[in-house]
C-alpha cells in the first residue's frame, strides 16, 4: 500500500479541454480510482506546443515558468497528461534550472518580466512529469496491478509514445528515450498485451499538419498500417496531439494513404481505467472519431 496519497498540481492543457475532452474526463476518473489528488492550475496557459521558441525563447521560456509556478506556490509537482506539455514544459525547466548556476542574469529578466504582471518567481524547486510516469515512478505497476478488477486479456495494445514525451528534454530519469519501455509495462500490469512496431516511438505527424499536410497524413497511415500488420487492436497514446493526427484524422488519413484502417486509438488513462473497472460511458470512449467497439467488444463490454 502507499505510505500517503499522491498530490499533483494538475496542468491539463488545451487540447483536452476542447477537442480531447474525453482526456480530461478519463484523466479524473483514472485519478479518483487511484486515490491520487489533483489540483487543476486553472490560471495555467498554453504552453505554446514548442511553437512560441519561433518567435521568442524568452517567450517560451517567460510563459511556461509562470505555469510552473503556479505549481510552486502550492509545493506540488506539476503533472500533465499530454506529451507535448511535457516536452515543452519539461524542457523550459529544465533549461532554467541550468540558467540559475550558467546564467543567474537570464532567470532576473524571466522574473522581472513575470513580476510586471504580478505573477509569482520561479524558483526551481519543484518537477514536471507526466502523468505515465507519475504513475509508473510515483504511484507504482505494482500498486496499479493490485487495483485491477478487469484484467484486459486478449487484447492486444501498440504504444505510441509521442515525440516530445521521449526526446524534448535532454535528460529523461523515467526511461530509455529510443526503446521505452513504460508503457508496455503497464499493459502487462492490467493483462493487455503489448505490441511491437516500427512507429512506436517516432512522430505522428502533428507538427507537419499544418503546412504539409499530405506528408503529415502519410506519417500518421504509416504508423497506423505498421501497428495493424503486427496485430493491434488498438493504439495507446499518452499525447492528445497524436490523439488528433491518428484518430481524428484517420477519416482524411485514410483518403491521402488510399487504404481503409480502422484502427481504435485511445487514450492512456482511458485503457488504464477501464481495467480498474470505470464504465466506458464515464471515460468518454463513444467521443472518438474511429469507433471503440471492436475493443469494447473484445473485453465483452
Known amino acids: 500500500m502507499l505510505s ?33 489528488e489533483l489540483v487543476e492550475l486553472k490560471k495555467a496557459a ?44 519539461g524542457h523550459v525547466d529544465e533549461r532554467l534550472k541550468e540558467c540559475q548556476k550558467t546564467d543567474p542574469q537570464y532567470i532576473d529578466k524571466v522574473n522581472g518580466l513575470l513580476e510586471k504582471e504580478s505573477c509569482s518567481p520561479y524558483r526551481g524547486s519543484t518537477e514536471v512529469k507526466h502523468l505515465l510516469y507519475a504513475l509508473v515512478t510515483d504511484y507504482g505497476i505494482e500498486e496499479i496491478q493490485k487495483r485491477v478488477t478487469r484484467k484486459l486479456s486478449g487484447l492486444k495494445c501498440a504504444a505510441f509514445y509521442g515525440c516530445y514525451l521521449l526526446r524534448a528534454q535532454k ?33 505522428c505527424g502533428w507538427p507537419l499538419s499544418s503546412y504539409a499536410t ?31 493526427n491518428l484518430d481524428s484524422r484517420q477519416p482524411e488519413v485514410e483518403k ?3 487504404q481503409k484502417l480502422g484502427l481504435p486509438v485511445l487514450h492512456l488513462p482511458q485503457l488504464i481505467a477501464l481495467a480498474l473497472g470505470v464504465s466506458p460511458q464515464e471515460l468518454g470512449l463513444e467521443r472518438h472519431i474511429v469507433s471503440t467497439k471492436p475493443v469494447l467488444e473484445k473485453l465483452s463490454l
Open 4 to 36: 500517503q496519497t499522491l498530490k499533483y498540481a494538475y496542468f491539463p492543457g488545451c487540447v483536452a479541454q476542447g477537442a480531447c475532452r474525453e482526456l480530461s474526463l478519463s484523466t479524473k476518473a483514472l485519478t479518483k480510482a487511484l486515490g491520487i
Open 46 to 89: 498554453c504552453c505554446g506546443s514548442g511553437t512560441f521558441k519561433e518567435d521568442s525563447q524568452l517567450l517560451e521560456d517567460t510563459v511556461n515558468a509562470r505555469n510552473i509556478a503556479l505549481a510552486e506556490e502550492l509545493n506540488l509537482p506539476l503533472l500533465t497528461h499530454c506529451s507535448t506539455c511535457q516536452g515543452v514544459i
Open 171 to 203: 535528460y529523461m530519469p523515467y526511461d530509455d528515450p529510443f526503446q521505452p519501455q513504460a508503457m508496455e509495462n503497464v499493459f502487462r500490469a492490467i493483462g493487455a498485451t503489448p505490441i511491437y512496431y516500427r512507429g512506436r516511438t517516432q512522430c
Open 214 to 244: 499530405s506528408q503529415s497524413f502519410k506519417m500518421a497511415g504509416m504508423h497506423i498500417q505498421d501497428a495493424l500488420t503486427s496485430g493491434a487492436d488498438c493504439i495507446v497514446t499518452p499525447c492528445p496531439l497524436c490523439h488528433l
Open 256 to 258: 491521402v494513404i488510399g
